[in-house]
């Protein structure tokens, strides 16, 4: 499971329906995406979390510094990060705004940054 939390529905519910799927041995390992600390710690106690995947990269630094990495250190939760170069600003492929689709997601972060 490596999934955005769907608020609709309780975290202790989707865990809770996954880790019954861990039981059956038809799923490992349970990690969702872009889960608060909070979530993390309520998903946790229902069932243990192999990792979590967030966004640690030079745009988004927060979960350094809103208690996510901390939870995740503190339960032995593991980290899986997406985006780390920047969503590809950082590879060396894009030198220009005119780089980008006009329908490109990252102009969005551009246009943050200016």
Do not use: W, Y
């Not at 039981?23 to 993390?40: C, F, M, N, Q, Y």
């Not at 990495?69 to 990060?81: M, P, S, Y």
């Amino acid at each position: 499971m490596n999934e955005l939390i769907v608020t609709e529905v309780p975290v202790e519910e989707t865990v809770g329906a996954v880790a019954e799927l861990v039981k059956a041995g038809k799923v490992r390992h349970l990690g969702p995406s872009e889960a608060s600390a909070d979530t993390i710690r309520r998903a946790h106690a229902v069932h243990p979390l192999a990792a979590v995947r967030s966004e640690p990269s030079l745009f988004s630094q927060d979960l350094l510094t809103n208690g996510i990495k901390a939870t995740l250190d503190e339960l032995g939760i593991g980290l899986v990060a997406f985006s780390p170069l920047g969503r590809g600003f950082l590879t060396g492929a894009i030198h220009s705004v005119d780089d980008l689709a006009p329908d490109d997601a990252r102009l969005g972060i551009v246009h943050r940054m200016r």
